[in-house]
C-alpha cells in the first residue's frame, strides 16, 4: 500500500476517505461489506468504514451494524458510529492496522504456521462460544471477515448473511458471500444457526492452512485433520460445537483441562509471522503519513 496522498477525496458521512481496505480485482476473495480506512475532517478521527454492497439490503445492514455496537464477543471490535437510515448507510469502528487474512497469506507467502493457525483458531472458536451462549449467531464469517492486528483477530461483517438475503431466499452465488464459507442450510435459505458459525469457522481454519476454503483432508496440517472435515461435515447436526473447537485446540496439558482463554486481547502474544508483522508497521505509518483528505471541491 502506497501513502495515500489526496487533493480530494470521497466523503461519507463525517469521514474522508484515505485508502481502501481490500484489495481488488477479478481474483479477489468475496467480501461483504465496502470496507475503507478513513478520517475525520479535523484529523483526529481515524476509522474502518464500512458500507454494503450494492445489492444487499441497506436497512438489514444498518440492524447489523447496530447490533454490533455490542461486540459478539472478545475478538470483535465494536461498531462506534453509525449512520441514520438513508441512501449511504455506513458504519465505523475505531482504526486499528490490520489486515483481511487473504492479505495475510499473500503477505506471508502463503498458509500460515502451526502455531499461528492454533492461536487464530482458538480466539474465533471463543468469540463463538461467547455468541452462541447469548443465543447470537455470527452469519457471515469468512476469510475476508476475519482482519488480523498485532496481537490477534478481529471478527467483522457480522450478519452479512442476512444482508445478503433474508430467510427462506437462496443465498448462493450472491455477492460478497465465499462460497465455501457459507454453509449448506444456509446457502439454500436456512436462519443462520451456530452449525452454521461453525462450518464457516472451518472454512476459514482451512483457508488459513491451504489458501482455500476447500481443502482435501490430505491438504490439511495434522493438527486440523480431523477437526476441519468435522466442521465442514454437511449435516449440521454432525458438526462439533465451537466450545468443542476450542478444547480441541486447546494446547495439550497432560491431563489438565484445556484454558478457555488461550490468548487475551492486548496482550501481544499472537504469534504472526515476522512479514505480517512488518506489513501491519507499514500500513500505520503510511496511515499516520497520508495527507488529510480534503472535501471534493474544496
Not at 138 to 162: I, Q
Not at 181 to 205: N, T
Request: glycine fraction near 10%; include cysteine; hydrophobic fraction near 40%.
Amino acid at each position: 500500500m502506497q501513502t495515500p496522498r489526496h487533493t480530494s477525496a470521497r466523503q461519507i458521512g463525517p469521514y474522508f476517505v484515505v485508502t481502501r481496505l481490500d484489495p481488488a480485482g477479478p481474483d479477489a476473495m468475496p467480501v461483504p461489506e465496502r470496507r475503507y480506512i478513513a478520517r475525520s475532517a479535523d484529523g483526529n478521527c481515524t476509522v474502518l468504514l464500512s458500507l454494503p454492497l450494492a445489492d444487499a439490503d441497506p436497512e438489514r445492514f444498518l440492524v447489523e451494524a447496530q447490533a454490533a455496537r455490542t461486540p459478539l464477543g472478545p475478538w470483535t471490535p465494536a461498531v462506534t458510529d453509525c449512520s441514520t437510515p438513508g441512501p449511504t448507510p455506513w458504519c465505523a469502528r475505531a482504526y486499528e492496522p490490520v489486515l483481511p487474512l487473504p492479505t495475510v497469506l499473500a503477505v506471508h507467502g502463503g498458509p500460515l504456521p502451526d502455531e499461528t493457525l492454533r492461536a487464530l483458531g482458538s480466539c474465533l472458536a471463543e468469540t463463538l462460544v461467547a455468541a452462541h451462549s447469548r443465543g447470537a449467531t455470527h452469519a457471515g464469517l469468512s476469510p475476508a471477515a476475519v482482519l488480523l492486528a498485532g496481537d490477534g483477530p478481529r471478527v467483522t461483517c457480522s450478519g452479512a448473511a442476512r444482508t445478503a438475503a433474508p430467510d427462506g431466499k437462496a443465498r448462493s452465488g450472491l455477492p460478497g458471500l465465499e462460497a465455501g464459507s457459507l454453509s449448506p442450510e444456509q446457502a439454500s435459505g436456512g436462519r443462520p444457526r451456530p452449525p452454521g458459525d461453525v462450518y464457516a469457522l472451518g472454512a476459514v481454519l482451512a483457508y488459513a492452512a491451504t489458501g482455500h476454503t476447500v481443502p482435501d483432508r490430505e491438504e490439511l496440517p495434522f493438527l486440523l485433520r480431523s477437526l476441519v472435515p468435522a466442521c465442514l461435515a454437511r449435516d449440521p447436526a454432525a458438526r462439533p460445537r465451537a466450545i468443542d473447537v476450542l478444547q480441541a485446540l486447546a494446547p495439550s496439558t497432560s491431563g489438565a483441562a484445556p484454558s478457555p482463554t488461550v490468548i487475551d486481547p492486548g496482550s501481544r502474544e499472537f504469534p504472526l509471522p515476522g512479514r505480517v508483522i512488518a506489513a501491519l508497521a507499514r500500513q500505520s505509518a503510511e496511515i499516520l503519513a497520508a495527507d488529510l483528505p480534503l472535501p471534493l471541491g474544496g
